[in-house]
C-alpha cells in the first residue's frame, strides 16, 4: 500500500497492482488510477516544468483541463505522445512515461534560469526584444526561439497505430454523463429517443465519482450509479466512455473521438487505437457541467498546489489523500467540503483561509466538529517550497482596506477554489450567444440557432438534486415529452461563492507570481502590463501575452485573465468581452482526424480497364487528376526522354495503341438536345449531321475557355460529349446547373458515360491496316468514314461506337467498347498489330505530338484567363448564334482590348529546349525587375519538327510572327522566334490519308 | 437477380462483402407525360417518390431523382428495354450505363452498420425494398436495401477498389466488437 493510498476507498480495484514507469522509476497503482493519481499516491506531486521559466509543477486539476501535469508517454519508439495529461491516461501494466522540459533532470532543470530573470520575460517579450537588428532575425532569433519552443518531443517514427471513423445518427445526443446526463439520457429513452450518451472520462457518473456520500433515491450514489447505467443499458442508450465531443458543428452535427486502446496494456493490434464518431443528432443535450478555478496569487504554482475540487476527485474517486497536512484557500463553498472529506480520511487540514468575512453556519460546525482552523475574512499571499510547497503565507483582509500582518502555515498541500466556470465550449462553437451574469460573476449559456439545451452545471445551477432535475427536464424536452419523477437527493453538498481578480496582497504586485495560465507562465502582473501598453480587448490582450493560447485553451485562466483585464481597464467583464471557444475541446491526435485515409487509401487512385495490362508492361505513371495514367512504356534500360521519342516515331510512321479511357463522357439526349448544345458551347451544333464529330469548346460566362472535346452526334437527338480527363466532373456539374437553373424548360438530359466505356485510341499513318480487319458492320476507309465521323460497329466481336477523330496529327480512331471488354479488345488490337510494329503509348507521348500540331490543353496552355481568341481558336465560335456561355463575356472591354496575351509558337535560336513556365522579356538588357510580357506553357522536344518546340502566352503574339523574344534563365538569357503553334503538318493532309 | 455468382470480397461475422454478376442498368429520364407512358412500355411502374422501388420480373426500377430512375434488368433484357423505351414518343431519356458500375452485395448482422463507416446517410432511412443514391467514403453510390440486413451498393468502376478497400477494413473492424 502506497503511503497516501486510503484503504478500501475509491473506485480503484484495491486488489490489482499496476506497475508503470515514471521517468525511470517503478511505480505500482492500482487498477483504474490514473497517473497523477498513482504518483499521488506516492506522494509525488512533481510532474513537469512549465514552459516558459521552467518552474516546477505538479498537476492542479484532476481532468482534462489539466495545465500543469503534461508528460510524454510510450509503448515503444514509433507508439509515443507528448503532452498527453497525467490526469487522463489511466496506467496499464508497463506503460512508460516520461516529464517534459527539463535538463539533466525534472528536479534539477538548467532552463530553469529563465525563472530567475522572470522579469525579462514580461508581456510582449519576443516582440520587444527581438525586433532589431533585422538581419539577425532568421539566422539568430528565429533559429533560438524555434529549438525551445514546444513541450515534449514528437516520435520519429511513423505512427504505426489505425484510426477509425463512423457516422452516427441519433434523435439525442448527450454529452456529459454526471448527473444531469444521465437523467437527460434517462428521459429521453424512456420517451422512446435513440440516445447516445458520451463521457471524457474513463467511466460515466461526472460528479457522482467524487461525490460519494451523496444519496440519491434512497441509495447510496455509486449504487444509484449503477443501477442507472444498466436501466439505460435496458433502454438501449449507447454509452460511450473515453469519448470526448470535439467540436459542434452546424446542425446538430457534433464529431466524438472515441479513445480505444491507450488504456490497454497489451491491445489486440488489429484494434484502432481512437475513433471519430460523426454524429447527427436531432436533438442535443449539453451536461458538461462546470470547471474550477484557480485562485492567482504569488507563488499559486508550486507543486502540491491544486484545485480543491480536484483533491476531492483524488480522494474520493481515486483513494488518495493529496497531503497529510493540508492548507485550503477559497471563495466557494464547494472547497470546504474538499476538506472535510480529507480530514475524515485521515489528513490534518492546517487552515480552511475563505476571503468572505462569513460563510454559513454548518461550515463553520462542519470545521469545528473537525478541529480545523477557520481563517474566513483572509487571504494568501504566497507560498514557500522548491519542488513541493511546504507553507503558505496568510494575512488577514482589514476591514477599511488593506491586510495584516502576515502569518505562516506548514502545509504540504494547498487546495484553492475561486469558483466554478460553465463549460460553454461546445455551446460556443455553435455561435451561441453568452449572457453575463452580474450576481454570479460569470457568462452563462444564452441563445443558440441549434436544436440544443445546456443542462445542470453547465447553465450556473448548482448540487446534485438541481442538476438530476434539470437534467431530466431537458431530456424530457428534447424528446417533446413529459418530465417524470426526480429521485431525491439526500445529503446534496450545495452552496455558493463570489469570484475575484487576484487576490489582495502586502507585498509588491508587480514581482508576484501569480499564475493565470499555467501552461504558458502567464502571470497576472503580464495581463496589467498588457493593458498598460494599450491592449483593450481581450482578443489582444490573449494574443499579446498567450494567455489562453495553450493546449487547455484557457480551460482555468479565460475567466480570471478577463476579470483582471477588465479590472485593470475599469470596465465591467462583458465590456471586455470573451475570447473566442474553437474546437477541438480538447488536443485530438491528427491520426483520428485522418482516420482510414492513410497510405493506399489516402486517396481514391482511379484506375482504367487497361491500368492492369500497363503495370504489367512496367510502364511509368502519372497522376492526372484522381487518375493514374500510364505516362510512357519504357523497355529495356530506356529512360522518359528515349521511350517517349520512340513512341511518337512509332506513331508517326506506324501505329501507336492509347489508352484514352480517362476522357469525360456525357451523353445529352432528347428532343431539345441540339439547342442545349447550341447554349453551352461556342460552336453552331444545328448543322452536325448524325455520323459527324466536331470540336467544342465550352466558356465560362466571364468568356474564358473552360474546357474542350471532340463531340459526336449520334441522332438527331443524341449528342456524345467528351471532356478533358480533369473537366469531367466539373463540366457536368456546370451543365447540371445551367440545365436546372437557367433552361428547365429544355427536354435534354445529361448521363455520364465516363465510366460505361474503355476508349482505345489507334493513331497512326497504318492505323487501318490494323483496324479495319477487326471492324464488322462499317466500312472505315477513308471515302467512306471521314475524319471525324462516328458510328455504331462491333470491333473484334464487340459492340462499339466508333470514332475517327485524332488528337495526333495522324489518322486516328477511338474505339469506344464497354468498359468490362476494353482489356479484351485491347489485347486483340496489340496482338493484330504486332506485325506493324503497333506501340502502346503514354500521356507524355499524347503530349508532345499533339503540341507539334498546335493542339491546346485546357489548364496547361490556359489558365483561366485566356479567350478563345487568345488560344487561336476563334474559329470555334459559331458567330450567327443568339447566345451561348460566354458570349457577352467575350465583349467586355479588357477581353477585346489590344495587347492581350496570345498563344504562340516558340523555337529557340540555340535549339535548346525551354523550361515549361519560364518568363518571357522583349528586351533581355532592361534593368531589373524586367517587365515581363508572358511565359511558357508548353515545351518538349520533337523529333518530328527536329528540334525542340515550345508554346507560350505573349502579349499581342499574334502580331509579332517572326519577332524574336528572350527568356532569361540563371544561367543565361534564351532567344526565341515567335512562330505560328502548327509545327507539324500545318495543312493537315496526315489526317485525311 | 438472386442467384449471382459469388465473389468474396471480405468475410467476417459481422459482414460479407461479395462482387455480383454484372447486370443491364439504364439510366432513364423523363417527366410529364412520359413517366405514364415508359411505365407502360416497360411494364413496371415508374415511382414518383424518391428512392421507392417497382419491380416487374426481374427488371428492378428505382426513383433517384424527380425525374431519374435507375433500371436494373438481366442483361438479356437489355435490348428489349431499348426497343420498349424507343417506342415512346414523349420527350424522355434511356442511356445505358451497363458498365459504369459495378455492384456488391453487403450482408450479414451488422450490414448496416458497416455502411456507418463511409455513409453519412442514416441507413436505417432507406427502408426494406427501398434505395438511395448516396456516398460511401467521397464515392457516389447507389444502395438497394433488399433486406434488413442485406444492402446491395452500386459503384462507378473506378472507384470500387477504394469503396471496397474500406468495406474489407470495416468487416475486420466490426468483428472485433
Do not use: E, T, W, Y
Given at each position: 500500500m502506497s503511503r497516501f493510498r486510503v484503504p478500501g476507498m475509491g473506485r480503484v480495484d484495491h486488489e490489482a497492482p499496476v506497475k508503470f514507469r515514471f521517468d525511470g522509476v517503478h511505480y505500482a497503482g492500482l487498477a483504474g488510477d490514473t497517473v497523477a493519481s498513482a504518483l499521488l499516491s506516492h506522494g509525488v506531486h512533481l510532474m513537469g516544468r512549465s514552459f516558459k521559466y521552467h518552474r516546477p509543477r505538479g498537476p492542479v486539476s484532476a481532468g482534462s483541463d489539466e495545465p500543469n501535469a503534461l508528460i510524454g508517454t510510450r509503448r515503444s519508439r514509433a507508439r509515443a505522445e507528448p503532452n498527453t495529461r497525467a490526469t487522463m491516461q489511466e496506467i496499464y501494466s508497463g506503460l512508460r512515461t516520461v516529464s517534459q522540459n527539463k535538463y539533466p533532470s525534472l528536479k534539477f532543470d538548467v532552463g530553469a534560469v529563465n525563472d530567475a530573470a522572470y522579469?525579462?520575460?514580461?508581456?510582449?517579450f519576443y516582440y520587444k526584444t527581438f525586433m532589431w537588428p533585422r538581419s539577425f532575425w532568421d539566422r539568430v532569433y528565429e533559429p533560438v526561439i524555434r529549438a525551445a519552443a514546444g513541450l515534449g518531443v514528437a516520435p520519429d517514427r511513423e505512427d504505426p497505430d489505425h484510426y477509425a471513423g463512423r457516422y452516427l445518427h441519433t434523435d439525442v445526443l448527450v454529452v456529459g454523463a454526471g448527473p444531469a446526463g444521465l437523467a437527460a439520457a434517462r428521459a429521453a429513452a424512456e420517451a422512446g429517443q435513440r440516445v447516445v450518451l458520451v463521457d471524457e472520462q474513463a467511466e460515466a457518473g461526472g460528479s457522482l465519482l467524487s461525490e460519494p456520500s451523496v444519496r440519491i433515491g434512497g441509495k447510496p450514489a455509486w449504487d444509484w450509479l449503477a443501477a442507472e447505467l444498466a436501466a439505460l443499458e435496458r433502454l438501449g442508450v449507447r454509452v460511450l466512455p473515453r469519448t470526448t465531443a470535439i467540436g459542434y458543428y452546424h446542425q446538430n452535427f457534433v464529431a466524438l473521438c472515441q479513445r480505444l486502446t491507450d488504456h490497454l496494456a497489451d491491445p489486440d493490434p488489429a484494434l484502432p487505437r481512437e475513433r471519430m464518431w460523426r454524429v447527427r443528432a436531432g436533438q442535443v443535450v449539453l451536461a458538461q457541467g462546470a470547471l474550477e478555478k484557480p485562485l492567482v496569487f504569488d507563488?499559486?504554482?508550486?507543486?502540491?498546489?491544486?484545485?480543491a475540487g480536484a483533491a476531492q476527485t483524488y480522494l474520493n474517486r481515486f483513494g488518495v489523500r493529496v497531503g497529510d497536512r493540508v492548507a485550503v484557500v477559497t471563495v466557494h463553498d464547494s472547497a470546504w467540503f474538499a476538506a472535510f472529506d480529507l480530514a475524515d480520511a485521515g489528513s490534518k487540514v492546517a487552515a480552511i483561509v475563505d476571503l468572505r468575512p462569513e460563510v454559513s453556519e454548518n461550515l463553520r460546525d462542519g470545521a469545528k466538529a473537525r478541529g480545523i482552523t477557520v481563517l474566513t475574512g483572509h487571504t494568501v499571499t504566497g507560498t514557500s517550497g522548491r519542488l513541493r510547497v511546504t507553507s503558505v503565507r496568510v494575512n488577514r483582509l482589514k476591514d477599511g482596506g488593506g491586510l495584516g500582518a502576515p502569518r505562516q502555515i506548514d502545509c504540504d498541500a494547498l487546495l484553492m477554489c475561486g469558483g466554478w466556470t460553465p463549460s460553454l465550449h461546445l455551446f460556443s462553437h455553435t455561435k451561441g450567444s453568452l449572457r453575463w451574469d452580474a450576481d454570479g460573476r460569470t457568462f452563462l449559456p444564452d441563445r443558440t440557432l441549434e436544436d440544443c439545451r445546456i443542462a445542470g452545471a453547465g447553465r450556473g445551477l448548482w448540487g446534485i438534486a438541481d442538476a438530476l432535475a434539470d437534467g431530466a427536464a431537458m431530456g424530457a424536452a428534447a424528446a417533446q415529452a413529459q418530465p417524470g419523477t426526480v429521485p431525491a437527493v439526500e445529503n446534496d453538498r450545495t452552496g455558493g461563492g463570489i469570484a475575484m481578480a487576484e487576490l489582495p496582497t502586502d507585498r509588491n504586485a508587480s514581482r508576484a507570481r501569480a499564475f493565470v495560465d499555467y501552461q504558458n507562465d502567464v502571470t497576472a502582473k503580464d495581463l496589467r502590463l498588457a493593458v498598460k501598453e494599450g491592449m483593450r480587448s481581450i482578443e489582444h490582450v490573449k494574443r499579446y501575452t498567450t494567455n489562453g493560447m495553450a493546449t487547455d485553451q484557457g480551460k482555468m485562466s479565460n475567466i480570471n485573465g478577463l476579470m483582471i483585464a477588465a479590472d485593470a481597464l475599469g470596465k465591467a467583464p462583458p465590456q471586455v468581452g470573451l475570447t473566442t471557444f474553437r474546437p477541438p475541446y480538447t488536443p485530438t491526435t491528427f491520426g483520428v482526424f485522418a482516420g482510414y485515409h492513410r497510405g493506399g487509401h489516402f486517396e481514391v487512385t482511379r484506375k482504367t480497364p487497361i491500368d492492369g495490362w500497363a503495370e504489367a508492361q512496367g510502364a511509368v505513371f502519372e497522376p492526372v487528376g484522381h487518375w493514374r495514367r500510364a505516362r510512357y512504356f519504357p523497355r529495356g534500360r530506356e529512360g522518359m526522354d528515349a521511350a517517349v521519342a520512340r513512341e511518337c516515331a512509332a506513331v508517326r510512321n506506324g501505329v501507336g495503341l492509347f489508352d484514352a479511357s480517362t476522357l469525360g463522357k456525357i451523353e445529352v439526349a432528347g428532343p431539345d438536345a441540339v439547342e442545349f448544345m447550341n447554349r453551352v458551347y461556342t460552336n453552331p451544333w444545328t448543322k452536325l449531321q448524325p455520323g459527324r464529330c466536331r470540336y467544342g469548346l465550352l466558356l465560362g460566362d466571364d468568356g474564358f475557355i473552360r474546357d474542350d472535346g471532340v463531340i459526336g452526334r449520334l441522332a438527331d437527338d443524341r449528342f456524345h460529349v467528351t471532356t478533358t480527363t480533369g473537366g469531367a466532373a466539373r463540366v457536368l456539374n456546370m451543365m447540371e446547373d445551367y440545365l436546372q437553373t437557367e433552361w428547365p424548360d429544355l427536354d435534354v438530359w445529361l448521363t455520364s458515360t465516363t465510366e460505361h466505356w474503355a476508349v482505345l485510341a489507334l493513331n497512326g499513318p497504318m492505323t487501318r491496316d490494323v483496324l479495319a480487319p477487326l471492324v464488322g458492320g462499317l466500312d472505315i476507309s477513308a471515302g467512306a468514314f471521314p475524319h471525324m465521323s462516328v458510328a455504331a460497329c462491333t470491333v473484334a466481336g464487340v459492340p462499339a461506337r466508333l470514332f475517327r477523330v485524332s488528337f495526333t496529327g495522324e489518322v486516328g480512331f477511338e474505339i469506344n467498347v464497354p468498359a468490362r471488354h476494353g482489356l479484351a479488345v485491347w489485347e486483340t488490337l496489340m496482338d493484330a498489330g504486332a506485325d506493324h510494329g503497333i506501340t502502346p503509348y503514354g500521356t507524355e507521348t499524347m503530349h508532345v505530338l499533339r503540341a507539334e500540331k498546335g493542339y491546346i490543353i485546357v489548364g496547361q496552355d490556359t489558365d483561366g484567363t485566356v479567350t478563345p481568341h487568345d488560344a487561336g481558336l476563334g474559329w470555334a465560335i459559331g458567330k450567327a448564334k443568339p447566345d451561348f456561355i460566354g458570349k457577352r463575356g467575350l465583349e467586355r472591354p479588357d477581353l477585346v482590348a489590344p495587347g492581350r496575351k496570345q498563344l504562340v509558337g516558340l523555337l529557340t535560336e540555340d535549339r535548346s529546349r525551354l523550361e515549361e513556365g519560364a518568363q518571357i522579356v522583349?528586351?533581355?538588357?532592361?534593368?531589373?525587375?524586367m517587365k515581363m510580357v508572358g511565359h511558357v506553357t508548353s515545351s518538349y522536344a520533337s523529333a518530328a519538327v527536329g528540334r525542340p518546340i515550345a508554346m507560350a502566352l505573349v502579349e499581342g503574339g499574334h502580331d509579332r510572327m517572326g519577332e524574336t523574344v528572350y527568356v532569361p534563365m540563371p544561367d543565361r538569357v534564351i532567344a526565341a522566334k515567335i512562330t505560328d503553334t502548327q509545327f507539324h503538318d500545318p495543312a493537315g493532309d496526315r489526317l485525311k490519308l | 437477380m438472386k442467384d449471382m455468382s459469388i465473389d468474396t470480397i471480405a468475410a467476417s461475422r459481422a459482414a460479407t462483402v461479395t462482387a455480383l454478376s454484372p447486370v443491364a442498368r439504364f439510366s432513364l429520364r423523363g417527366r410529364g407525360d412520359a413517366v405514364a407512358a415508359l411505365s407502360a412500355a416497360l411494364g413496371v411502374e415508374l415511382l414518383a417518390r424518391v428512392g421507392a422501388r417497382a419491380q416487374a420480373g426481374a427488371r428492378d426500377v428505382l426513383c433517384l431523382g424527380p425525374d431519374e430512375w435507375m433500371i436494373h434488368a438481366p442483361e438479356g433484357d437489355a435490348a428489349a428495354i431499348i426497343n420498349a423505351c424507343a417506342g415512346v414518343a414523349a420527350p424522355h431519356a434511356l442511356v445505358e450505363v451497363s458498365d459504369r458500375e459495378l455492384s456488391y452485395a453487403i450482408t450479414g448482422p451488422q450490414a448496416a452498420e458497416l455502411l456507418t463507416l463511409g455513409c453519412p446517410?442514416?441507413?436505417?432511412?432507406?427502408?426494406?425494398g427501398e434505395g438511395r443514391r448516396t456516398v460511401f467514403d467521397g464515392a457516389t453510390v447507389i444502395l438497394w436495401r433488399d433486406g434488413r440486413d442485406a444492402f446491395r451498393m452500386d459503384v462507378w468502376r473506378s472507384f470500387a477498389p477504394h469503396v471496397t478497400h474500406l468495406l474489407a477494413t470495416g468487416c475486420r473492424e466490426l468483428a472485433l466488437g
Open positions: 522579469m525579462l520575460f514580461s508581456a510582449g507563488g499559486n504554482d508550486r507543486p502540491g498546489v491544486m484545485l522583349l528586351d533581355p538588357k532592361q534593368p531589373k525587375p | 446517410r442514416d441507413p436505417d432511412s432507406i427502408a426494406v
